[in-house]
């Protein structure tokens, strides 16, 4: 039923809508005005809306340039901090390779010294 009701209110605001509309239109037709002045009664209303129209245009142009440099600074910083975070993790696994080399050294060297130990021992 709240289905039902719903599709009626929609019916019945589009009506009022559309009626409101005709009603207009009707009101600038049937003025007790001459030809003249109704056209120019129309021409002004062209003229304010199409102002209208092109101040909403520039600031929704400003709001887009806005948001579009908001998005590249985000990203320029995002790229910055990556790059820092890359460049600490090169410096870790860098010294990470050398403490590597490190003790395989130690580790070659004490196996040369116990080879030689063993065969002294021998």
Request: charged share 30%; hydrophobic share 40%; proline share 1%.
């Amino acid at each position: 039923m709240s289905k039902h009701n719903g599709g009626e209110f929609g019916a019945f605001l589009s009506g009022f809508l559309m009626g409101g509309l005709a009603g207009a239109a009707a009101a600038l037709l049937l003025a007790p005005q001459s030809g003249e002045e109704t056209r120019e009664q129309i021409r002004q209303q062209t003229d304010t809306l199409r102002q209208q129209a092109e101040e909403t245009l520039a600031e929704a142009r400003a709001k887009a340039d806005a948001v579009a440099a908001d998005i590249k600074r985000r990203a320029e910083e995002a790229q910055r901090r990556s790059q820092a975070v890359l460049e600490e993790a090169q410096g870790q696994m860098e010294k990470a390779v050398e403490e590597t080399k490190k003790a395989a050294q130690e580790v070659e060297e004490l196996e040369v010294e116990e080879a030689s130990e063993a065969e002294a021992a021998a």
